[in-house]
């Protein structure tokens, strides 16, 4: 795991603000990256599959 801190603050003092959220998606078969994807992209589509078809509730 790599934290880099972006903002100009120490460690340890950072609030939500200042971090930033990267999904990587990865092939289980090469491990090759697949997507990278932002905490904001990930949500959009939950939220969107959350509304559409073959979703269950189970």
């Known amino acids: 795991m790599n934290n880099t801190i972006c903002a100009p ?3 340890g ?3 939500t603000h200042d971090v930033l959220c990267i ?3 990865g092939c289980d078969d090469c491990s ?3 997507a990278s994807l932002t905490a ?3 949500a959009a589509a939950m939220q969107a599959n959350s ?3 073959g979703v269950s509730d189970a």
């Open 9 to 11: 603050v120490a460690q």
């Open 13 to 15: 003092r950072l609030t």
């Open 23 to 25: 999904f990587l998606l």
């Open 40 to 42: 904001d992209e990930v």
């Open 32 to 34: 090759a990256t697949v």
């Open 51 to 53: 509304h559409g078809a």
